[in-house]
Structures are given as C-alpha cells and as structure tokens.
C-alpha cells in the first residue's frame, strides 16, 4: 500500500513538471511541440490530473491548429468520464469542436451537458449562453430560449445575464 502510494506521487510529480514544459510551449505558441509533449504525457501518465489537464490542454491545441476532428476524437470519450473538476470544461471544449465541424446541436447538447456538470455559477452561465447560441444556429428556438431564462432567473448574478436578456428580446419579439 505504501509502496503504492509513494508511485503514485511520484508519477504526479514528474507528470505534473512534464506538463509545465508543455503549458510553456503552448503559450509561447509553439502548437506542435506541445502537442507532441501532451500527447506523450497522456500516454505516460493516464490516470493522473497532469494526464487530465494535459487532455483538456491538447483540446484546445488541436482547436488552434485547425483540427475539430481531432479534438472532438480525443474529448468524445474523455468528457463523461473526466473528474468533477474536468467535466465541465471538456464538455465545453467539445461543444466549441464540434461547433467548428458545423455541427450545432451536437454542440448546443455538449455545451447543455457542460452547464450541467459545472460547479461555478460563471461556468455554468457561459455553457449555457453558449447552448443557446448553438440551439439557434441548429434551429431549436425554444431550446435556446430554455438556455437563455435560465441564465436571466437562476443566474442574475453573472456577466452573460446582459447577453442572455437581449437574446431572449430577439427570440421573443420582446415578449419575455
């Protein structure tokens, strides 16, 4: 058990250090090269938060190369099984993906699963606006409406409440 718990940390440690190497080269845009190290670290260290993280990561890596497919490819089957503290965002990631294929109910319902699976009130309001504005563009008003009362009711609080009451004015003719 010890012997166990000691690898653990320690695999932690180095993925946690091999993942600062490659948040440096995504920030200083160099996209390929942290592909590559994100890519090794999800490999090397699966089951980790650095391995985690390192996937949320290389979603919007493969986002910023032009490459939805990709990214859809490696969040489709990460975002329902990501931790709590993941879900959210992957799910995100993944409606923005598919919203770069041009698929925006995929989008709106991976935005819509995202919002669910948030546990700040800002997180939840931006999924939210976001499923909205997919539900429109995939042709489900009343969705999009659904979305966007949401946020002006449950949400007062947070920055997309402005945008969400202008669209709810758009989508009602002004009848809230």
Do not use: C, H
């Not at 996209?31 to 490999?43: F, G, K, M, Q």
């Amino acid at each position: 058990f010890v012997w166990t718990v000691s690898s653990n940390r320690r695999s932690e440690t180095i993925a946690g250090r091999q993942l600062q190497g490659a948040r440096y080269a995504f920030e200083n845009q160099n996209l390929p090269l942290a592909a590559s190290e994100l890519a090794r670290i999800i490999e090397n260290y699966s089951g980790t938060n650095a391995a985690a993280e390192g996937r949320l990561l290389l979603g919007q890596v493969r986002l910023l190369q032009g490459q939805p497919q990709r990214a859809v490819e490696l969040l489709r089957d990460f975002a329902p099984s990501a931790g709590a503290a993941y879900r959210a965002q992957a799910y995100g990631l993944l409606g923005a993906a598919y919203e770069n294929l041009g698929r925006p109910r995929e989008a709106a319902e991976a935005y819509q699963t995202g919002a669910d699976r948030a546990r700040l009130d800002f997180l939840k309001a931006q999924m939210l606006s976001d499923a909205g504005r997919a539900w429109v563009v995939a042709g489900d008003t009343a969705k999009a409406i659904a979305a966007y009362r949401w946020i002006v009711n449950e949400l007062p609080k947070e920055g997309a409440v402005t945008e969400a009451r202008v669209r709810l004015g758009e989508l009602t003719k002004g009848t809230l």
